[in-house]
Protein backbone atom coordinates (compact mmCIF):
# COMPACT_ATOMS: atom_id res chain seq x y z
CA UNK A 1 0.00 0.00 0.00
CA UNK A 2 1.64 2.98 -1.51
CA UNK A 3 1.61 5.92 1.12
CA UNK A 4 0.17 9.37 0.47
CA UNK A 5 2.81 12.27 0.15
CA UNK A 6 2.01 15.22 2.13
CA UNK A 7 0.40 17.93 0.67
CA UNK A 8 2.89 21.27 0.32
CA UNK A 9 1.68 24.52 1.68
CA UNK A 10 2.11 26.96 -0.74
CA UNK A 11 4.22 29.79 0.34
CA UNK A 12 2.83 33.08 1.19
CA UNK A 13 3.78 35.76 -0.71
CA UNK A 14 5.52 39.24 0.51
CA UNK A 15 2.43 41.06 -0.21
CA UNK A 16 0.61 38.67 1.75
CA UNK A 17 2.70 38.68 5.01
CA UNK A 18 3.24 42.39 4.90
CA UNK A 19 -0.67 42.91 4.86
CA UNK A 20 -0.96 40.04 7.31
CA UNK A 21 1.03 41.87 9.60
CA UNK A 22 -0.12 45.26 9.26
CA UNK A 23 -3.63 44.70 9.58
CA UNK A 24 -3.05 41.70 12.45
CA UNK A 25 -1.39 44.39 14.24
CA UNK A 26 -3.87 47.47 13.77
CA UNK A 27 -6.72 45.22 14.83
CA UNK A 28 -4.81 44.39 18.22
CA UNK A 29 -4.56 47.84 18.78
CA UNK A 30 -7.97 48.58 17.99
CA UNK A 31 -9.33 45.80 20.15
CA UNK A 32 -7.30 46.77 22.96
CA UNK A 33 -8.67 50.08 22.55
CA UNK A 34 -12.07 49.33 22.21
CA UNK A 35 -11.84 47.63 25.57
CA UNK A 36 -10.32 50.28 27.50
CA UNK A 37 -12.70 52.65 26.08
CA UNK A 38 -15.47 50.52 27.10
CA UNK A 39 -14.02 49.63 30.38
CA UNK A 40 -13.47 53.59 30.88
CA UNK A 41 -16.82 54.32 29.88
CA UNK A 42 -18.64 52.03 31.84
CA UNK A 43 -16.79 52.80 35.15
CA UNK A 44 -17.70 56.34 34.79
CA UNK A 45 -21.36 55.43 33.92
CA UNK A 46 -21.46 53.62 37.04
CA UNK A 47 -19.90 56.13 38.94
CA UNK A 48 -22.48 58.76 37.86
CA UNK A 49 -25.31 56.28 38.74
CA UNK A 50 -24.02 55.57 42.05
CA UNK A 51 -24.15 59.38 42.83
CA UNK A 52 -27.88 59.67 41.62
CA UNK A 53 -28.78 56.75 43.39
CA UNK A 54 -26.73 58.27 46.59
CA UNK A 55 -28.95 61.47 46.11
CA UNK A 56 -32.34 59.48 45.71
CA UNK A 57 -31.68 56.94 48.96
CA UNK A 58 -30.86 60.26 50.90
CA UNK A 59 -34.34 61.31 49.75
CA UNK A 60 -36.29 58.46 50.54
CA UNK A 61 -34.63 57.72 53.90
CA UNK A 62 -36.40 61.37 54.96
CA UNK A 63 -39.79 60.08 53.54
CA UNK A 64 -39.36 57.09 55.69
CA UNK A 65 -39.05 58.73 58.81
CA UNK A 66 -42.35 61.02 58.38
CA UNK A 67 -44.51 57.76 58.08
CA UNK A 68 -45.18 56.34 61.85
CA UNK A 69 -42.86 52.79 62.14
CA UNK A 70 -45.67 50.75 61.59
CA UNK A 71 -47.15 52.21 58.67
CA UNK A 72 -43.63 52.38 56.74
CA UNK A 73 -44.22 50.07 54.33
CA UNK A 74 -42.41 50.76 51.07
CA UNK A 75 -45.93 51.01 49.20
CA UNK A 76 -46.99 53.71 51.67
CA UNK A 77 -44.07 56.07 52.10
CA UNK A 78 -43.99 56.81 48.22
CA UNK A 79 -47.79 56.94 47.79
CA UNK A 80 -48.67 60.11 46.23
CA UNK A 81 -45.13 61.05 45.73
CA UNK A 82 -44.16 61.42 41.76
CA UNK A 83 -41.57 58.57 40.68
CA UNK A 84 -38.41 60.44 39.68
CA UNK A 85 -37.60 58.07 36.86
CA UNK A 86 -39.46 54.95 35.01
CA UNK A 87 -38.41 51.60 36.89
CA UNK A 88 -37.02 53.35 40.11
CA UNK A 89 -37.08 50.59 42.62
CA UNK A 90 -37.20 51.39 46.58
CA UNK A 91 -36.91 48.86 49.47
CA UNK A 92 -37.53 49.51 53.11
CA UNK A 93 -36.79 47.36 55.98
CA UNK A 94 -37.76 48.36 59.74
CA UNK A 95 -38.65 46.33 62.95
CA UNK A 96 -42.23 45.48 61.28
CA UNK A 97 -40.79 43.44 57.95
CA UNK A 98 -39.49 44.39 54.51
CA UNK A 99 -41.23 45.22 51.60
CA UNK A 100 -40.10 46.92 48.06
CA UNK A 101 -41.95 48.51 45.15
CA UNK A 102 -40.93 49.32 41.09
CA UNK A 103 -42.07 53.02 40.08
CA UNK A 104 -43.28 51.90 36.24
CA UNK A 105 -43.26 54.76 34.97
CA UNK A 106 -42.54 58.41 36.08
CA UNK A 107 -44.71 61.21 37.03
CA UNK A 108 -47.22 58.25 38.19
CA UNK A 109 -48.41 56.68 40.86
CA UNK A 110 -48.08 52.93 39.39
CA UNK A 111 -46.43 50.90 41.67
CA UNK A 112 -45.13 46.99 41.44
CA UNK A 113 -44.31 45.24 44.46
CA UNK A 114 -41.36 43.52 44.68
CA UNK A 115 -41.24 39.68 45.56
CA UNK A 116 -39.53 37.82 48.27
CA UNK A 117 -37.30 36.30 46.41
CA UNK A 118 -36.41 39.45 44.70
CA UNK A 119 -36.32 41.03 47.85
CA UNK A 120 -33.92 38.50 49.06
CA UNK A 121 -31.77 38.81 45.76
CA UNK A 122 -31.22 42.52 46.48
CA UNK A 123 -29.88 41.63 50.04
CA UNK A 124 -27.53 38.77 48.67
CA UNK A 125 -26.25 41.35 46.70
CA UNK A 126 -25.26 43.70 48.67
CA UNK A 127 -24.17 41.82 51.59
CA UNK A 128 -22.80 44.20 53.80
CA UNK A 129 -21.35 46.68 50.50
CA UNK A 130 -22.97 50.28 50.25
CA UNK A 131 -23.66 49.32 46.79
CA UNK A 132 -24.02 45.94 44.39
CA UNK A 133 -25.01 45.30 40.73
CA UNK A 134 -28.36 42.55 41.00
CA UNK A 135 -30.55 40.76 38.48
CA UNK A 136 -33.90 40.60 39.54
CA UNK A 137 -36.26 37.90 37.90
CA UNK A 138 -38.16 39.57 35.78
CA UNK A 139 -37.17 43.26 35.79
CA UNK A 140 -33.68 42.97 34.36
CA UNK A 141 -30.40 44.62 35.94
CA UNK A 142 -30.76 46.74 38.41
CA UNK A 143 -27.80 48.89 40.34
CA UNK A 144 -28.80 49.59 44.27
CA UNK A 145 -27.18 51.48 46.85
CA UNK A 146 -28.46 51.17 50.63
CA UNK A 147 -28.38 54.14 53.43
CA UNK A 148 -30.10 54.04 56.74
CA UNK A 149 -32.73 56.78 57.75
CA UNK A 150 -31.68 58.65 60.37
CA UNK A 151 -34.24 59.29 62.64
CA UNK A 152 -36.29 55.97 62.91
CA UNK A 153 -32.86 53.66 61.68
CA UNK A 154 -34.79 51.83 58.92
CA UNK A 155 -32.86 50.45 55.98
CA UNK A 156 -33.63 52.13 53.35
CA UNK A 157 -32.44 50.81 49.28
CA UNK A 158 -32.57 52.84 46.05
CA UNK A 159 -32.28 51.13 42.71
CA UNK A 160 -32.09 51.85 38.94
CA UNK A 161 -31.77 49.89 35.97
CA UNK A 162 -29.06 49.66 34.02
CA UNK A 163 -30.68 49.45 31.00
CA UNK A 164 -29.03 53.10 29.96
CA UNK A 165 -25.38 51.83 30.68
CA UNK A 166 -25.91 48.82 29.02
CA UNK A 167 -27.10 50.33 25.68
CA UNK A 168 -24.99 52.84 25.75
CA UNK A 169 -22.10 50.70 25.81
CA UNK A 170 -23.88 48.53 23.10
CA UNK A 171 -23.83 51.14 20.82
CA UNK A 172 -20.80 52.65 21.27
CA UNK A 173 -18.93 48.84 20.70
CA UNK A 174 -21.49 49.33 17.74
CA UNK A 175 -19.71 52.29 16.48
CA UNK A 176 -16.04 51.43 17.35
CA UNK A 177 -16.99 48.02 15.37
CA UNK A 178 -18.23 49.45 12.57
CA UNK A 179 -15.60 52.49 12.49
CA UNK A 180 -12.86 49.39 13.04
CA UNK A 181 -14.04 47.02 10.08
CA UNK A 182 -14.25 50.29 7.90
CA UNK A 183 -10.90 51.11 9.00
CA UNK A 184 -9.37 47.88 8.11
CA UNK A 185 -10.82 47.90 5.01
CA UNK A 186 -10.00 51.28 4.48
CA UNK A 187 -6.36 50.16 5.63
CA UNK A 188 -6.20 47.14 3.58
CA UNK A 189 -6.47 48.84 0.32
CA UNK A 190 -4.07 51.48 1.28
CA UNK A 191 -1.74 48.76 1.81
CA UNK A 192 -2.50 46.31 -0.83
CA UNK A 193 -1.57 49.20 -3.13
CA UNK A 194 1.35 50.91 -1.38
CA UNK A 195 2.67 47.43 -1.19
CA UNK A 196 1.89 46.86 -4.67
CA UNK A 197 3.27 49.80 -6.42
CA UNK A 198 6.32 49.42 -3.70
CA UNK A 199 7.37 46.22 -4.90
CA UNK A 200 6.55 47.07 -8.98
CA UNK A 201 10.27 47.46 -9.54
CA UNK A 202 10.90 43.58 -7.79
CA UNK A 203 8.22 42.31 -10.37
CA UNK A 204 9.97 44.10 -13.15
CA UNK A 205 12.97 42.47 -12.08
CA UNK A 206 11.78 39.31 -12.21
CA UNK A 207 10.00 39.53 -15.43
CA UNK A 208 13.56 40.36 -17.04
CA UNK A 209 15.09 37.79 -15.04
CA UNK A 210 12.55 35.25 -16.93
CA UNK A 211 13.23 36.76 -20.15
CA UNK A 212 17.37 36.66 -20.30
CA UNK A 213 16.39 33.04 -18.61
CA UNK A 214 14.61 32.07 -22.15
CA UNK A 215 16.94 33.41 -24.19
CA UNK A 216 18.68 30.76 -26.15
CA UNK A 217 22.33 31.26 -24.93
CA UNK A 218 23.15 28.06 -25.40
CA UNK A 219 22.50 28.18 -29.72
CA UNK A 220 24.28 31.06 -30.41
CA UNK A 221 22.68 34.24 -29.11
CA UNK A 222 25.27 36.10 -27.08
CA UNK A 223 23.47 40.03 -26.75
CA UNK A 224 21.63 39.97 -23.52
CA UNK A 225 19.81 43.31 -24.50
CA UNK A 226 16.88 42.88 -21.47
CA UNK A 227 17.21 45.55 -18.40
CA UNK A 228 15.42 46.20 -15.59
CA UNK A 229 13.31 49.65 -17.10
CA UNK A 230 15.31 52.75 -15.85
CA UNK A 231 12.06 54.11 -13.29
CA UNK A 232 12.60 50.88 -11.46
CA UNK A 233 16.14 50.80 -10.82
CA UNK A 234 16.43 53.82 -9.26
CA UNK A 235 19.80 53.44 -6.63
CA UNK A 236 18.23 55.51 -3.92
CA UNK A 237 15.61 53.01 -3.16
CA UNK A 238 16.16 49.68 -0.97
CA UNK A 239 14.32 47.79 -4.57
CA UNK A 240 15.76 50.13 -6.86
CA UNK A 241 19.23 49.32 -6.04
CA UNK A 242 18.63 46.08 -6.34
CA UNK A 243 17.99 46.66 -9.81
CA UNK A 244 20.68 48.67 -10.58
CA UNK A 245 22.60 45.88 -9.42
CA UNK A 246 20.60 43.43 -11.70
CA UNK A 247 21.56 45.90 -14.53
CA UNK A 248 24.91 45.97 -13.72
CA UNK A 249 25.45 42.33 -13.54
CA UNK A 250 23.32 41.77 -17.58
CA UNK A 251 26.04 44.94 -18.44
CA UNK A 252 29.07 42.39 -17.38
CA UNK A 253 27.70 39.07 -18.42
CA UNK A 254 26.27 40.68 -21.96
CA UNK A 255 30.12 42.34 -22.40
CA UNK A 256 31.55 38.57 -21.21
CA UNK A 257 29.56 36.81 -23.84
CA UNK A 258 30.74 39.40 -26.70
CA UNK A 259 33.75 38.47 -25.56
CA UNK A 260 33.60 35.23 -25.96
CA UNK A 261 31.43 34.97 -28.95
CA UNK A 262 34.29 36.95 -30.70
CA UNK A 263 36.98 34.22 -29.51
CA UNK A 264 34.98 31.63 -30.76
CA UNK A 265 34.35 33.65 -34.18
CA UNK A 266 38.37 33.77 -34.26
CA UNK A 267 38.83 30.34 -33.43
CA UNK A 268 36.75 29.25 -36.60
CA UNK A 269 37.74 31.38 -38.51
CA UNK A 270 41.46 30.34 -37.44
CA UNK A 271 40.72 26.87 -37.99
CA UNK A 272 38.83 27.17 -40.70
CA UNK A 273 41.99 29.39 -42.58
CA UNK A 274 44.53 26.87 -41.29
CA UNK A 275 42.63 23.84 -42.51
CA UNK A 276 41.94 25.59 -46.43
CA UNK A 277 45.99 26.60 -45.89
CA UNK A 278 46.90 22.87 -44.64
CA UNK A 279 45.01 21.33 -47.86
CA UNK A 280 47.50 22.58 -50.33
CA UNK A 281 50.73 21.10 -48.92
CA UNK A 282 48.34 17.96 -47.72
CA UNK A 283 47.74 17.34 -51.86
CA UNK A 284 51.65 18.36 -52.52
CA UNK A 285 52.72 15.97 -50.09
CA UNK A 286 50.04 12.89 -51.21
CA UNK A 287 51.20 13.85 -55.11
CA UNK A 288 54.71 13.64 -54.38
CA UNK A 289 54.18 10.33 -52.23
CA UNK A 290 52.62 8.92 -55.17
CA UNK A 291 54.98 9.84 -57.97
CA UNK A 292 57.86 8.54 -55.93
CA UNK A 293 56.25 4.91 -55.32
CA UNK A 294 55.53 5.21 -59.00
CA UNK A 295 59.19 5.78 -60.31
CA UNK A 296 60.41 3.20 -57.54
CA UNK A 297 57.60 0.21 -59.09
CA UNK A 298 59.08 1.75 -62.85
CA UNK A 299 62.31 1.15 -61.98
CA UNK A 300 62.22 -2.09 -60.26
CA UNK A 301 60.06 -3.17 -63.38
CA UNK A 302 63.33 -2.06 -65.64
CA UNK A 303 65.68 -3.70 -63.46
CA UNK A 304 64.13 -7.37 -64.32
CA UNK A 305 63.64 -7.74 -60.12
CA UNK A 306 67.59 -7.35 -60.10
CA UNK A 307 66.84 -5.20 -57.31
CA UNK A 308 63.64 -6.61 -55.60
CA UNK A 309 65.73 -7.46 -53.19
CA UNK A 310 67.56 -4.20 -51.86
CA UNK A 311 66.75 -3.29 -48.40
CA UNK A 312 67.22 0.32 -49.07
CA UNK A 313 64.30 -0.07 -51.86
CA UNK A 314 62.11 -1.53 -49.74
CA UNK A 315 62.80 0.68 -46.70
CA UNK A 316 62.06 3.50 -49.19
CA UNK A 317 59.05 1.97 -50.14
CA UNK A 318 57.59 1.54 -46.79
CA UNK A 319 58.49 4.76 -45.88
CA UNK A 320 56.74 6.23 -48.77
CA UNK A 321 53.46 4.47 -48.12
CA UNK A 322 53.52 5.58 -44.83
CA UNK A 323 54.08 9.17 -45.84
CA UNK A 324 50.88 8.67 -48.34
CA UNK A 325 48.45 6.94 -45.57
CA UNK A 326 49.45 9.56 -43.33
CA UNK A 327 48.89 12.44 -45.75
CA UNK A 328 45.62 10.36 -46.56
CA UNK A 329 44.52 10.50 -42.57
CA UNK A 330 45.61 14.26 -42.46
CA UNK A 331 43.23 15.18 -45.29
CA UNK A 332 40.60 13.90 -43.92
CA UNK A 333 41.21 15.45 -41.20
CA UNK A 334 41.56 18.85 -42.66
CA UNK A 335 38.54 18.23 -44.48
CA UNK A 336 36.35 17.17 -41.27
CA UNK A 337 37.71 20.57 -39.60
CA UNK A 338 37.18 22.65 -42.05
CA UNK A 339 33.24 21.58 -42.49
CA UNK A 340 32.74 21.71 -38.93
CA UNK A 341 33.73 25.81 -39.68
CA UNK A 342 31.37 25.96 -42.18
CA UNK A 343 28.87 24.45 -40.35
CA UNK A 344 29.01 26.85 -37.10
CA UNK A 345 28.60 29.55 -39.88
CA UNK A 346 25.86 28.02 -41.35
CA UNK A 347 27.18 27.97 -44.66
CA UNK A 348 27.43 24.37 -45.81
CA UNK A 349 23.67 23.07 -46.09
CA UNK A 350 22.15 22.74 -49.55
CA UNK A 351 18.03 22.42 -48.67
CA UNK A 352 16.33 20.30 -51.45
CA UNK A 353 13.96 17.20 -51.19
CA UNK A 354 15.27 13.61 -49.57
CA UNK A 355 13.95 10.13 -49.11
CA UNK A 356 15.52 8.63 -45.87
CA UNK A 357 13.97 5.79 -46.98
CA UNK A 358 16.25 5.23 -49.69
CA UNK A 359 19.30 7.05 -47.76
CA UNK A 360 18.98 4.33 -45.22
CA UNK A 361 18.69 1.47 -47.45
CA UNK A 362 21.62 2.95 -49.98
CA UNK A 363 23.41 3.35 -46.35
CA UNK A 364 23.61 -0.56 -45.21
CA UNK A 365 24.42 -1.70 -48.56
CA UNK A 366 27.29 0.61 -48.67
CA UNK A 367 28.33 0.00 -44.96
CA UNK A 368 27.77 -3.97 -45.36
CA UNK A 369 30.80 -4.82 -47.32
CA UNK A 370 33.07 -3.14 -44.94
CA UNK A 371 32.00 -5.20 -41.79
CA UNK A 372 30.38 -8.46 -43.62
CA UNK A 373 31.16 -10.33 -39.82
CA UNK A 374 28.20 -7.64 -38.27
CA UNK A 375 24.77 -8.54 -38.68
CA UNK A 376 23.40 -6.13 -40.17
CA UNK A 377 19.29 -4.90 -40.36
CA UNK A 378 17.24 -2.45 -41.88
CA UNK A 379 13.76 -1.19 -40.49
CA UNK A 380 11.98 1.30 -42.55
CA UNK A 381 8.53 1.63 -43.77
CA UNK A 382 6.75 0.90 -47.30
CA UNK A 383 6.20 4.55 -47.99
CA UNK A 384 9.24 6.86 -48.72
CA UNK A 385 9.60 9.38 -45.71
CA UNK A 386 10.37 12.67 -47.23
CA UNK A 387 11.83 15.89 -45.32
CA UNK A 388 13.74 18.68 -47.04
CA UNK A 389 17.10 18.80 -46.23
CA UNK A 390 20.83 18.33 -47.22
CA UNK A 391 21.08 14.88 -48.79
CA UNK A 392 24.73 14.87 -48.77
CA UNK A 393 25.19 16.10 -45.51
CA UNK A 394 22.49 13.56 -43.98
CA UNK A 395 23.96 10.98 -46.03
CA UNK A 396 27.20 11.67 -43.58
CA UNK A 397 25.04 11.66 -40.78
CA UNK A 398 23.93 8.34 -41.13
CA UNK A 399 27.59 6.82 -42.60
CA UNK A 400 29.30 8.35 -39.71
CA UNK A 401 26.79 6.39 -36.80
CA UNK A 402 26.93 3.50 -38.64
CA UNK A 403 30.93 3.57 -38.64
CA UNK A 404 30.46 4.22 -35.61
CA UNK A 405 28.75 0.92 -34.72
CA UNK A 406 30.94 -1.26 -36.80
CA UNK A 407 34.15 0.25 -35.22
CA UNK A 408 33.15 -0.23 -31.77
CA UNK A 409 31.74 -3.34 -31.62
CA UNK A 410 33.08 -6.95 -31.40
CA UNK A 411 32.26 -9.51 -34.52
CA UNK A 412 28.98 -10.84 -34.87
CA UNK A 413 27.34 -7.67 -33.01
CA UNK A 414 24.06 -7.00 -34.61
CA UNK A 415 23.19 -3.16 -35.85
CA UNK A 416 19.97 -2.00 -36.98
CA UNK A 417 19.16 1.30 -38.77
CA UNK A 418 15.58 2.12 -38.45
CA UNK A 419 13.33 5.09 -40.02
CA UNK A 420 9.70 6.14 -38.93
CA UNK A 421 7.99 9.11 -38.32
CA UNK A 422 6.39 10.55 -35.44
CA UNK A 423 4.16 13.50 -35.39
CA UNK A 424 5.98 16.00 -37.62
CA UNK A 425 9.11 14.81 -36.72
CA UNK A 426 11.20 11.96 -38.21
CA UNK A 427 13.07 9.41 -36.16
CA UNK A 428 16.22 7.65 -37.19
CA UNK A 429 17.31 4.95 -34.82
CA UNK A 430 21.12 3.50 -35.40
CA UNK A 431 21.05 0.63 -32.74
CA UNK A 432 23.68 -1.93 -31.31
CA UNK A 433 23.67 -4.94 -28.86
CA UNK A 434 27.66 -4.49 -28.52
CA UNK A 435 29.25 -3.94 -25.23
CA UNK A 436 27.86 0.15 -24.49
CA UNK A 437 29.29 3.43 -23.51
CA UNK A 438 31.35 3.57 -20.44
CA UNK A 439 29.48 6.37 -18.14
CA UNK A 440 32.09 8.46 -17.86
CA UNK A 441 32.84 9.64 -21.67
CA UNK A 442 28.83 9.43 -22.23
CA UNK A 443 28.77 13.32 -21.40
CA UNK A 444 31.45 14.13 -24.12
CA UNK A 445 30.06 11.72 -26.51
CA UNK A 446 29.77 14.05 -29.18
CA UNK A 447 32.45 17.11 -28.38
CA UNK A 448 35.04 17.24 -30.59
CA UNK A 449 38.04 15.14 -31.01
CA UNK A 450 35.87 12.85 -28.26
CA UNK A 451 37.13 9.20 -28.36
CA UNK A 452 34.79 5.71 -26.70
CA UNK A 453 37.36 3.85 -26.79
CA UNK A 454 37.65 3.31 -22.50
CA UNK A 455 34.21 1.24 -22.91
CA UNK A 456 34.31 -0.06 -26.71
CA UNK A 457 37.07 -2.13 -28.89
CA UNK A 458 38.67 0.17 -31.25
CA UNK A 459 40.09 -1.72 -34.80
CA UNK A 460 40.39 1.15 -36.83
CA UNK A 461 42.01 4.82 -36.50
CA UNK A 462 39.81 8.14 -36.38
CA UNK A 463 40.26 11.53 -35.88
CA UNK A 464 36.84 11.63 -32.89
CA UNK A 465 34.97 14.25 -35.25
CA UNK A 466 32.79 11.62 -37.04
CA UNK A 467 29.85 12.18 -34.35
CA UNK A 468 30.71 16.13 -33.74
CA UNK A 469 30.06 16.18 -37.03
CA UNK A 470 27.01 14.20 -37.33
CA UNK A 471 25.36 16.37 -34.26
CA UNK A 472 26.47 19.54 -36.18
CA UNK A 473 24.80 18.47 -39.78
CA UNK A 474 21.50 17.45 -37.61
CA UNK A 475 21.33 20.70 -35.74
CA UNK A 476 21.82 22.68 -38.76
CA UNK A 477 18.44 21.03 -40.12
CA UNK A 478 16.67 21.86 -36.66
CA UNK A 479 16.66 18.76 -35.10
CA UNK A 480 18.99 16.95 -31.91
CA UNK A 481 20.74 13.73 -31.58
CA UNK A 482 21.21 11.66 -28.65
CA UNK A 483 22.23 8.21 -27.30
CA UNK A 484 21.23 6.50 -24.91
CA UNK A 485 23.25 3.16 -23.73
CA UNK A 486 23.65 0.33 -21.51
CA UNK A 487 25.60 -3.16 -22.01
CA UNK A 488 24.16 -4.89 -24.54
CA UNK A 489 21.72 -2.28 -25.99
CA UNK A 490 23.55 1.23 -27.71
CA UNK A 491 20.54 3.43 -29.76
CA UNK A 492 21.71 7.06 -31.42
CA UNK A 493 18.43 8.97 -31.95
CA UNK A 494 18.41 11.55 -34.76
CA UNK A 495 14.76 13.47 -34.17
CA UNK A 496 14.59 16.16 -36.80
CA UNK A 497 11.61 18.63 -38.38
CA UNK A 498 10.14 17.82 -41.28
CA UNK A 499 10.86 21.32 -42.56
CA UNK A 500 13.77 22.67 -40.71
CA UNK A 501 13.86 26.49 -39.98
CA UNK A 502 15.67 28.71 -42.61
CA UNK A 503 19.23 28.50 -42.31
CA UNK A 504 20.74 31.95 -40.37
CA UNK A 505 22.33 34.72 -42.16
CA UNK A 506 25.88 34.68 -42.52
CA UNK A 507 27.54 37.93 -39.75
Do not use: C
Not at 102 to 114: C, D, F, H, I
Amino acid sequence: MTQAKPRTRRPLTLQTRLMAAVIGFVSLILVIVAVITSAILGGTLERQLDEKLASYAVRFAQLVDQVPPDLATAGNVLAGQPAPEEGMLFAEQNVYGTSGVVLTSPGSKAQVELSTEQLRAISAALNGDRAATVTLEGLGSYRVIVTTAPQSGATVVAGLPRDDIQNQLTTLLTVIALTTVGGLILLALTTAVTIRVSLRPLRAMAATATRVANLPLDRGAVEITERVPASESDPRTETGLVGASLNKLLDHVDSSLAARQRNEERMRQFVADASHELRTPLASIRGYSELSLRALAQAQARGAGAGAGDPTINGTTTSLERIQAQSLRMTSLVEDLLLLARLDEGRELLHGTVDLTRLAVESVADAQPTAPDHDWRIDVPDEPVIVVGDAGRLSQVVTNLLANARTHTPAGTQITLSVAREGTDVVMRVHDDGPGIDPAVREELFARFARGDASRARQTGGTGLGLAIAKAIVEGHGGHIEVKSVPGSTTFTVRMPVAPPPPPSPS
